[in-house]
């Protein structure tokens, strides 16, 4: 069965930084990306950028550029965001979601992992 | 950045409603749309992908149309466990991006 374990919730204050991890299993790790979605409270869905576990190629949101980094250790089947020069309006869920990479068809986030709460305070 | 606009943004339905959300992207997006269900506190759930797919496990009651710019997302019975909300999400180009969702409420 295919699973995405995220790490625990985390407190920081503004201006550090955050480091959430992802752990897959059940599938070929380098057949597929991992692509981060956040959720402020009450609020929709914002892509933050993908990371292919095949070649560890990166698209970053350019809302993002310049404040995160996406890695991946295909050793382990992990991969990690880090955010940093945290604000408050990062509060937020991080959720990490398999998405289709090498192979032809359509592409979807399935499934995700069970998001992981920053709170910047 | 395609922007994707979802309506209506809530709805208020019974069990047993036929229930229809629609969204539009503002360019053409093919068939590249995906529909998710969020309950509170739980990450979201892929229902449909490629437009019409039925992503397996889902209930047959739940169905996806459309293609270009404009596609909607059909539950034929609504029944207690689907009130929750619903995003759209393109997938046809980078940034990926969602609309605000559709709240589905209990009547």
């Known amino acids: 069965q295919v699973h995405l374990v995220q790490s625990g919730a985390e407190v920081k204050k503004p201006g550090a930084s955050m480091r959430v991890s992802c752990k897959a299993s059940?599938?070929?790790?380098?057949?597929?990306?991992i692509s981060w979605v956040r959720q402020a409270p009450g609020q929709g869905l914002e892509w933050m950028g993908w990371?292919?576990?095949?070649?560890?190629?990166?698209n970053y949101a350019q809302k993002f550029q310049g404040r995160v980094t996406m890695t991946t250790d295909t050793s382990t089947n992990t991969a990690y965001m880090e955010l940093r020069s945290l604000r408050s309006d990062d509060t937020a869920v991080y959720y990490c979601?398999?998405?289709?990479?090498?192979?032809?068809?359509?592409?979807?986030?399935?499934?995700w992992g069970q998001g992981t709460l920053v709170t910047v305070s | 950045d395609i922007q994707m606009t979802q309506s209506p943004s809530a709805l208020s339905a019974s069990v047993g409603d036929r229930v229809t959300i629609t969204c539009r992207a503002s360019?053409?997006?093919?068939?590249?749309l995906n529909w998710y269900q969020q309950k509170p506190g739980k990450a979201p759930n892929l229902l449909i992908y490629?437009?019409?797919s039925l992503q397996s496990g889902v209930p047959s009651r739940f169905s996806g149309s459309g293609s270009g710019t404009d596609f909607t997302l059909t539950i034929s019975s609504l029944q207690p466990e689907d009130f929750a909300t619903y995003y759209c999400?393109?997938?046809?180009?980078?940034?990926?991006?969602f609309g605000h969702g559709t709240r589905v409420e209990i009547k």
């Open positions: 979601a398999r998405e289709d990479d090498i192979l032809p068809g359509p592409k979807r986030f399935d499934p």
């Open positions: 059940g599938y070929s790790f380098t057949s597929y990306g």
């Open positions: 990371i292919s576990g095949y070649n560890g190629n990166i």
């Open positions: 360019q053409s997006i093919g068939n590249d």
């Open positions: 490629g437009a019409t």
């Open positions: 999400q393109q997938s046809f180009s980078t940034p990926r991006t």
